[in-house]
């Protein structure tokens, strides 16, 4: 790693590394600072030893105290950012409107577009020598007049003008996208709050103002901010897997290992560290400099090396892609070179192949992608028949019917010709390709995220959004989403005595209660605090962890203040604290008592703690044997009725040890036993009021809300039934995780998926459950074949170890306030409230985002249809498409870009939540819709073939067929043209319901944005026939022309009427279209096996489409701006490309789940002294982190990096990454 950071030093900013080499008035340079951060272990704390005295000695030299932290007066903050930098990593420059507009000009579609427009004017300006136009046939464009020849290069340049306009919306578009994207990310960094001691007090502040010397207080579940040195810990223990590679969990003290480095978790225990590198000049950042700072001439380099950085970048994706592929789609990050999002298309094929190993496109796409394909190649087809017979056409009435020969100096006329019926063709092909379809699923799902911002979900990737409209079963926590999260003590059992309420504090003998309050006020974090209330009428605050903060309430009722107690035993003088994890259950703290001995203090679930307990303390406050038969007599007694009331019992005990010799402390096994109980207490955390009513819809919408809690059983069936999700008399199971675990698993204790199907349709509880037991059924529920569809899962979590489940899930939502980072990390979705009604809200959107692209492929596809057909025979019989290209690109630019605007940004109804999820094979376009398109379809053909063929007599005009090459504009044409873009108009209207519902202007005015876009573009329609002149190829209509015109689109209303008035079960001969990808079926694993597992459009690409392939080049540029959320837009939140903030590096702990590894105990962890010895064979108790359930259990939390991300060993990313620099 050293000649890592020298290297780096080249990377900053002259005068900051000038100001670093003095400094200044502290006692410790920057570089001594960023050198001590890069030792471990036992160096390191020779280091500080040899350097320094101590960690006191440190904190004087850094101006700082361990107790009181910085001071906090602003001079002294802006100065020490000045000296050792700023908490922040500068982002990557977003892209400038012009490369934007660069981008759109690649579509292919618009190049060929361009060249003919440039073909076509070359051939305007450039007159055949001599008037000899008569030997080159009379197709050639008979009488033209002077002016006319003259305006020959308006076609030309309209179209120019044209392309230019559907450019700079897409531009535009995609700028406006980054913008909110950028905005949002900022947000939630802002957000982003860290606790730090200043000036005695704990106070929260934004990640990017802690400064070097700042006291910071860890937590588990935190992701560190930046590199600091440990003063005191409890318990600490780290995941440094985003820096190394080490899946192992590095266990951290003062005294052993005190380096703590930020974009690491801290995965259990507490302490306070002292800031000593921020931005920059952390380890992280000192990567990111190395990755990020040849940001320009990196451009420039050749591929070979992006691909090592690409390696590199990815510093905890895995090396190998098939190992990747076998992470269970966890490794959403795609292996994608640094430019990701701006890479153009050159190198959009090597992306793709590179990305095949992300999480498999969402459902929605895959669809879109498919039909895209479809239509495309339909119209491919099209234009190409249209131009063939075009030029045959031509061709044969020229050379063969009229005899001529092909002169020379007739080329230029003829080239002429052949260039018009190229552009016929590609103005075909523009209107066949639906490149508006990406562009709507994009508006659509912006839109939606930006609202559903307003509904408290946060969305973190694009795509949650629209899965989370598929969802057919959600899994829930209970405590602090459906409860909430506020938790007050309402019965106790204590000096054996059970209290329907808090009891007066005479009932209870004096030695019980200085016990029960100390036991309280020091076995719990002091982060826990109870504040006053803001306002004079509220609660007061409960401030930390919700449970700890009800019992601090007990001491209160007890009329006894728990912070004195505190201030006599700080938190320094802690002897030694075992933090509560899922495993233990359970925390203790022990401390030193004044004759030396020890004396521990236990609390947890009671009926673990229970189990370790030999005493109990009696009415006189002493202690007294306490058997099996006592304890079964109390769980009947006291803690079952307790838990069928909803409460959650806690006990509280203790245990007292001598002072020599002194215990073996990490030995817990026999540190937690013959403890002595104290009291047992009921915690009611009620239920949300909004919740039944939540669930109540959920159920209606058909998806079932399961509910997966580490409570006791009966409290969780208790909370359940008051939720709603079971109602007495049904059919359904509530099961404990150890019961869960032995009907799934068969003789070798493997997990077997017939087991779990039979098991999970009726699961509604889950109690006493660990986080691999969350994980296997999310995971079961997930790949289970059972029933007609397969089950999109979403899942709610707010613990680190609930990482691997809101992985493994088709949507995460991680708790926004009682969250840990981890979980904000796995997770797609934040829930900013906790709230689980605001998951309601995502279901509605998400079923919006479906509804919306449903709608507007109604629309468009009808568009499509007509206008190819209408282009085809019209060229096929008059030698000229009724429609010209000019004024099928503004029909292109109505019909994609403002229609997907329109129709994509529809609110969302109630009526929503009405039908069941769609599923992932339900096709796009359902017969219903497929009877609307084909049915408006046969309407606009029929109105438009009558004009064309009968229109000159309707209105006594001139017949416009058959006219020359360069004659002026006809009426006809023009009022064909004006129908054809008015019934889209009213069609539009039509397009709103795809239900088959009977009034289309239902909530119109809801929708601002559809209004304004349908009177604008109607609007536009006017200003284009009345003055659009030459370039648009229309003259100025009459008011009777105009009047037939709306009558004949106001048709388009009538007809809808009709249309839906049929049953659609009568025609049986409608097909539907846009199915999902079958391949959703098979299970994964299969899926794996094909290593090369490519989209439609790449398989395609194969088979050398290639023109029609660049053509749906614009989907691909509309997949990309997908893409781009989830690169440059969304980078910090996606994948380490984020330079945003330094809090944002790398807070992947990528999970690897090995399934394969069957070493979980048979038995619940509760009944750990009594099978222990079964538990030795079943699972090595060897294991390095005893704590860590996860781990135990075969879930490797691990970060795979095969090769650790330090080490430069040869062929390891930095090595390659080091040559290269």
Not at 353 to 359: D, L, P, R, T
Not at 859 to 879: E, K, P, R, S
Not at 1126 to 1134: A, F, I, V
Request: glycine share 8%; aromatic share 6%.
């Amino acid at each position: 790693m050293g000649d890592m950071t020298n290297s780096a030093v080249d990377f900053y900013p002259k005068n900051q590394r000038g100001e670093s080499n003095h400094a200044g008035e502290f006692g410790c340079s920057l570089d001594e600072l960023r050198s001590l951060m890069e030792l471990r272990g036992a160096e390191g704390v020779q280091k500080m030893q040899d350097t320094y005295g101590d960690v006191n000695g440190f904190c004087r030299r850094l101006k700082t105290s361990p107790t009181e932290g910085l001071a906090g007066n602003p001079a002294d903050l802006e100065n020490r950012k000045q000296i050792f930098g700023r908490n922040f990593i500068p982002p990557k420059k977003p892209k400038t409107f012009l490369q934007l507009v660069w981008e759109a000009l690649q579509d292919v579609t618009l190049i060929i577009l361009e060249l003919a427009a440039i073909i076509s004017l070359g051939l305007s300006f450039y007159q055949p020598p001599g008037e000899r136009s008569e030997m080159c046939g009379s197709a050639a464009g008979g009488v033209e007049g002077e002016g006319e020849a003259e305006a020959g290069w308006i076609e030309g340049a309209a179209i120019l003008l044209s392309v230019f306009c559907v450019v700079f919306v897409t531009a535009f578009n995609d700028w406006s996208k980054e913008k909110q994207f950028r905005g949002l990310q900022s947000r939630i960094e802002q957000e982003q709050k860290f606790s730090v001691v200043r000036g005695g007090q704990v106070i929260q502040i934004p990640v990017s103002e802690i400064v070097t010397g700042d006291i910071a207080q860890i937590k588990y579940g935190d992701l560190l901010p930046a590199d600091g040195v440990l003063i005191q810990g409890n318990d600490l223990k780290i995941d440094e897997s985003s820096l190394t590679g080490e899946s192992d969990h590095v266990r951290k003290s003062a005294d052993k290992d005190p380096m703590l480095l930020s974009g690491t978790h801290v995965m259990e225990g507490s302490g306070k560290m002292v800031v000593t590198a921020v931005g920059v000049n952390s380890q992280t950042g000192i990567i990111f400099t190395l990755l990020g700072a040849g940001g320009e001439e990196e451009e420039k380099k050749d591929k070979k090396e992006r691909n090592f950085k690409s390696k590199m970048q990815d510093g905890n994706m895995e090396n190998s892609q098939n190992k990747a592929k076998k992470q269970d789609g966890a490794a959403a990050m795609e292996m994608q070179p640094l430019k990701s999002a701006e890479g153009g298309d050159g190198d959009d094929k090597e992306k793709k192949k590179a990305g095949s190993s992300k999480k498999e496109k969402s459902v929605l796409q895959g669809k879109l992608t498919k039909l895209a394909v479809q239509i495309g190649k339909a119209g491919l087809v099209m234009s190409a028949i249209t131009v063939i017979i075009l030029v045959l056409y031509f061709a044969i009435d020229t050379f063969v019917i009229q005899k001529l020969q092909w002169l020379p100096e007739c080329t230029p006329v003829y080239i002429q010709f052949f260039v018009k019926f190229f552009i016929i063709g590609v103005t075909v092909l523009v209107v066949a390709v639906p490149e508006g379809l990406p562009l709507a699923v994009t508006i659509s799902l912006a839109y939606s995220v930006k609202k559903m911002m307003k509904d408290n979900n946060l969305v973190r990737h694009l795509d949650a959004c629209e899965t989370m409209g598929n969802a057919t079963a959600i899994c829930s926590d209970k405590t602090g989403t459906l409860t909430t999260n506020r938790m007050t003590v309402v019965q106790a059992y204590v000096g054996e005595v059970h209290h329907k309420e808090v009891p007066d504090p005479d009932a209870i003998p004096s030695k019980t209660l200085d016990m029960l309050v100390n036991a309280i006020s020091l076995n719990s974090a002091y982060t826990s605090k109870i504040l006053p209330p803001e306002k004079d009428i509220g609660l007061p605050r409960q401030v930390g962890n919700k449970t700890e903060c009800g019992l601090l309430g007990l001491v209160l009722d007890l009329k006894r203040d728990y912070q004195t107690v505190r201030d006599q035993t700080p938190e320094e003088k802690l002897y030694k604290v075992y933090t509560f994890n899922s495993e233990r259950k359970s925390m203790s703290t022990v401390i030193k008592m004044q004759d030396g001995s020890f004396r521990m203090y236990s609390k947890g679930a009671s009926e673990i703690v229970l189990k370790k307990c030999s005493n109990i303390l009696n009415t006189a406050g002493e202690p007294r044997g306490f058997r099996p038969r006592d304890r079964d007599e109390m769980v009947k007694k006291v803690i079952e009725p307790m838990a069928c009331n909803g409460l959650r019992t806690i006990c509280i005990a203790f245990r007292d040890f001598p002072g020599s010799p002194e215990p073996d402390w990490d030995n817990e096994n026999i540190i937690l036993i013959d403890l002595t109980c104290i009291a047992v207490v009921g915690i009611e955390d009620p239920v949300r009021p909004e919740v039944p009513d939540a669930i109540k819809k959920c159920q209606q919408a058909g998806i079932t809300v399961r509910m997966v809690t580490g409570d006791n059983i009966n409290t969780a069936r208790a909370i359940a039934i008051k939720c709603g999700i079971i109602s007495p008399g049904e059919d359904f199971i509530c099961l404990e995780g150890k019961d869960f675990n032995r009907r799934i698993r068969n003789e070798k204790g493997e997990i077997e998926q017939e087991r779990i199907d039979k098991i999970w349709p009726k699961l509604r509880v889950l109690a006493r459950s660990s986080p691999t037991d969350k994980h296997t059924l999310v995971k079961g529920i997930i790949d289970s074949l059972h029933g007609e569809r397969r089950q999109v899962v979403a899942v709610t979590g707010d613990g680190t170890n609930d990482g691997p489940a809101l992985k493994k899930a088709d949507v995460g939502f991680a708790m926004g306030i009682a969250g840990t980072d981890v979980a904000k990390e796995a997770s797609d979705i934040i829930l900013t409230d906790d709230n689980f009604s605001s998951i309601v809200k995502a279901v509605m959107w998400g079923r919006n985002v479906y509804d919306s692209i449903s709608k507007f492929l109604q629309f468009q596809l009808t568009v499509n249809i007509v206008a190819v057909i209408v282009a085809f025979t019209g060229a096929c019989i008059t030698q000229d498409s009724p429609l010209k290209a000019v004024q099928m690109l503004w029909v292109n630019l109505i019909m994609d870009t403002f229609a997907s605007l329109a129709l994509a940004t529809e609110p969302p109804t109630e009526s929503l939540l009405m039908r069941k999820p769609y599923g992932r094979n339900k096709p796009l376009i359902s017969r219903t819709m497929m009877k609307n398109i084909l049915g408006h379809g046969i309407y606009q053909l029929t109105v438009i073939f009558t004009l064309l063929f009968a229109g000159e007599t309707i209105f006594n005009i001139d017949s416009g067929r058959n006219a020359p090459l360069h004659a002026p504009p006809s009426e006809h044409y023009t009022i064909i043209f004006n129908t054809f873009v008015l019934m889209q108009l009213f069609n539009e209207i039509n397009a709103r319901k795809i239900h088959g519902e009977k009034n289309v202007f239902d909530g119109i005015f809801r929708n601002p944005i559809f209004c304004s876009i349908v009177f604008g573009t109607f609007a536009i329609q006017i200003v284009i026939i009345q003055f659009g002149g030459k370039p648009f190829s229309c003259i100025p209509l009459q008011i009777d022309q105009w009047l037939w015109c709306m009558v004949l689109g106001v048709g388009e209303l009538l007809w809808g009427q009709i249309i839906s008035s049929i049953p659609t079960n009568r025609l049986k001969f409608l097909k539907e279209a846009g199915h999902g990808t079958q391949k959703d079926d098979i299970p994964e694993e299969e899926l794996n096996e094909d290593a090369e597992e490519i989209d439609h459009a790449e398989r395609e690409l194969r088979r050398g489409q290639i023109l029609w392939f660049r053509g749906l080049n614009r989907i691909q540029t509309q997949i990309r701006v997908v893409k781009a959320f989830r690169s440059s837009l969304y980078e910090g939140l996606e994948k380490p490309e984020s330079k945003s903030s330094i809090h944002n590096f790398m807070t992947h702990p990528e999970f690897r789940i090995d399934d394969s590894q069957p070493h979980i105990p048979l038995i619940d962890d509760t009944d750990i002294e009594e099978d222990a010895a079964l538990k030795q064979n079943s699972s090595p108790p060897s294991s390095p982190n005893k704590n860590n359930n996860a781990i135990d259990s075969g879930i490797n939390l691990t970060t795979d990096t095969s090769k650790s991300a330090t080490s430069s060993s040869p062929g390891s990313p930095l090595h390659s990454l080091e040559t290269s620099l």
